[in-house]
């Protein structure tokens, strides 16, 4: 499995300003992964970060909103950027790690957002 | 979408075993079953997964029907500590330098663990 830290564990910011979460692995990893998950819902994929090339978003999720860097095997960041209300939400990094002969993914604490 | 149905919550008596159902009817043959739980405020935590065999480890027991079509998560003694939200995904799981497939979380069970 893999260990991952997450800075901060939470922050609450007002509306139109940004914040960078940072995510850090114990270990190399190929592929990691960014979660939202509102307030009372389950977990909603952001994107997808490989190392040494661009994230690959999901549908409804923009890099002009949600810019990530991945510039190295072991750390990763999200930026929320002019934030509103309604990003307030748990941010996760999750990662890929070997689990026996296959690979699995693994998750982070997460960051506590309250944007006011 | 999520592929896979599940109650939205279960009770079940401390020290007794915790049977927790998921519906995949669509499943394809290279899909697996994964189950993760979700702790109140924590992270997801990886269980345990499965193709067509039933597999243990020292967590839970995953059972699957000969179909496929559905599968059960085991906790074969609850404590107060299983109490959480359990998600049951199907994807293809990533073998060596592959593309991995992508987890997608339904809406899951809440076990509530009573004492």
């Known amino acids: 499995s893999a260990v991952i830290s997450q800075k901060p564990s939470r922050d609450i910011c007002q509306r139109g300003t940004s914040l960078t979460i940072q995510c850090q692995v114990d270990s190399q990893v190929t592929m990691m992964f960014w979660y939202r998950q509102q307030p009372g819902q389950s977990l909603t994929l952001i994107a997808t970060?490989?190392?040494?090339?661009?994230?690959?978003?999901e549908s409804g999720f923009v890099i002009d909103k949600f810019p990530i860097s991945r510039p190295n095997l072991t750390f990763s960041t999200l930026t929320v950027s002019n934030m509103s209300p309604e990003d307030s939400s748990i941010y996760l990094c999750?990662?890929?790690?070997?689990?026996?002969?296959?690979?699995?993914?693994?998750f982070g604490p997460g960051t506590r957002l309250t944007v006011t | 979408d999520a592929k896979t149905t599940q109650p939205p919550s279960m009770d079940c008596a401390e020290g007794r075993a915790a049977n927790l159902p998921c519906n995949h009817s669509t499943i394809s043959g290279n899909e697996y079953v994964y189950w993760y739980r979700q702790i109140h405020s924590q992270g997801p935590q990886y269980i345990i997964h499965g193709l067509k065999n039933n597999e243990t480890n020292e967590m839970a027991s995953l059972i699957i029907t000969e179909d496929r079509k559905s599968s059960t998560l085991i906790l074969p003694h609850a404590t107060l500590r299983d109490t959480a939200v359990y998600y049951c995904i199907v994807r293809v799981p990533r073998w060596g330098s592959g593309n991995t497939g992508k987890l997608i979380f339904g809406q899951g069970t809440t076990l509530q663990v009573k004492p």
């Open positions: 970060a490989n190392q040494g090339s661009e994230a690959t978003y």
């Open positions: 999750s990662v890929e790690a070997r689990q026996g002969i296959s690979y699995e993914q693994y």
